[in-house]
């Protein structure tokens, strides 16, 4: 049994402008260095250019990404008997949550350009139209789980 302390959770305070709490999640993703007012002007801005893109609140648009995207299985690696196993496991809904904001970050910052505003308004507008790397990076979680179904009777 472990010796640990379980982490307390710590409850999120929602963005000033925009009152969500989505969006303050998607600051600290995007925060580097401690500059939290670098990280909120990028999405400031990134939602801005969604709004005049789409003419729809980007809030919703967002709101759709993250559903576009959150898994609702993935693969935990577990060791029994000197074997390791990739053991399918359901998602929560706070982890699934954080998994879609961690992948819309990282692939944002892997589009091509120089503007960190406009490739995260391009990698939100796309996921949310259902056609990007991080819709990519979900099916692939899906599909590593349907494969090592058979394991399944390993979970927790």
């Known amino acids: ?6 982490s307390k959770k710590y409850s999120i305070v929602p963005d000033p402008i925009y009152n969500s709490i989505l969006i303050s999640m998607l600051i ?17 801005k990134s939602l801005d250019i969604i709004n005049n893109k789409t ?3 980007p809030l919703l648009i967002l709101e759709k990404a993250i559903l576009n995207i959150t898994p609702l299985i993935e693969v935990k690696i577990k ?3 000197g074997s390791i196993y990739q053991v399918p496991i359901e998602v929560k ?7 879609a904001l961690r992948w819309i970050v990282i692939y944002a910052i892997q589009r091509i350009g120089n503007n960190m505003i406009i490739k995260l308004a391009n990698e939100i507008i796309d996921t949310a139209n259902g056609n990007s790397n991080s ?8 599909k590593i789980a349907e494969a090592n179904k058979a394991f399944i009777h390993y979970r927790y």
């Open 55 to 57: 003419k729809k609140e």
């Open 79 to 81: 060791r029994i008997g």
């Open 135 to 142: 819709i990519r990076k979900k099916e692939q979680t899906h």
């Open 1 to 6: 049994m472990s010796r640990r302390n379980i």
């Open 93 to 99: 809904a706070y982890r699934g949550i954080n998994l």
């Open 28 to 44: 600290t993703r995007i925060l580097k260095n401690g500059k939290k007012e670098m990280a909120q002007k990028i999405i400031y």
